[in-house]
Each structure stands twice: as C-alpha cells, then as structure tokens.
C-alpha cells in the first residue's frame, strides 16, 4: 500500500483546510486509517482514525469537535476536514494505515504504511 498525502497549507487562526490521502492497491478498504501529526521539537502525535467501514471514528482530545475523519472505499482516499484551526495544529500531518492497527488505532507503531507528510501552519 502506498499513500499520498495532499491538502497543507498556512491558514489563519480560524480557519479551515481539507486533507486528502489517496492509497493504491486493492487493501485500502481492508484497513483502519489515521492522521497523526509532529510539531516541530515534538514528538509524533495521534490526531483521527476510521474503522475499516467508515462507520467509526475516534479523535483525539485536542481536535474533537474540529476535527473530522471520513473515507470513500470506493475512491481509496480518507479525508481531513479541519475546521476553527489553532496555532497549536501546526505541523507536519502523516496518513497511515496496515493491517494491524485494528483497535490500535492511537498507537503509531502499529501502521505498516505512511504518507509522506503534508505541512499545515496555521498562523496567529
């Protein structure tokens, strides 16, 4: 599996961006998929993930109520909407997915592909 992410740019406080992470081969509708994130100096941090059907989804703390996560199986692409961006939200932002993530899905070490990044700054 490999996947692409796309959608960063520098917004103001406030604002809204839409991530995108588009996945080849035949698996993508196999797996759970997430974002995490890693600010500068700071360690890699979970952000949102979506079950397998698209039906859940699980958000951390910082982000709820902002943040939302949704796939489209049928174009192998899962979504960002990130809305009311803060400075804090600054990084580089990651799309993941394997096949042993499961109910793991907080938990980077257990995705066996990663995007390549797409940085999101968000200014005061």
């Known amino acids: 599996v490999q996947l692409q992410a796309s959608g960063g740019g520098t917004v103001q406080a406030g604002g809204f961006l839409r991530l995108s992470c588009a996945a080849s081969?035949?698996?993508?509708?196999?797996?759970?998929m997430g974002w995490f994130r890693q600010a500068p100096g700071k360690e890699r941090e979970f952000v949102v993930a979506v079950s397998r059907s698209g039906h859940r989804t699980y958000n951390a703390d910082s982000v709820k109520g902002r943040f939302t996560i949704s796939r489209g199986n049928a174009k192998n692409t899962a979504y960002l909407q990130m809305n009311s961006l803060k400075p804090e939200d600054t990084a580089a932002y990651y799309c993941?997915?394997?096949?042993?993530?499961?109910?793991?899905?907080?938990?980077?070490?257990?995705?066996?592909?990663w995007g390549q990044g797409t940085l999101v700054t968000v200014s005061s």
């Open positions: 081969g035949r698996t993508f509708s196999s797996y759970t």
């Open positions: 993941a997915t394997g096949p042993r993530v499961g109910s793991w899905y907080s938990i980077s070490d257990k995705y066996d592909y």
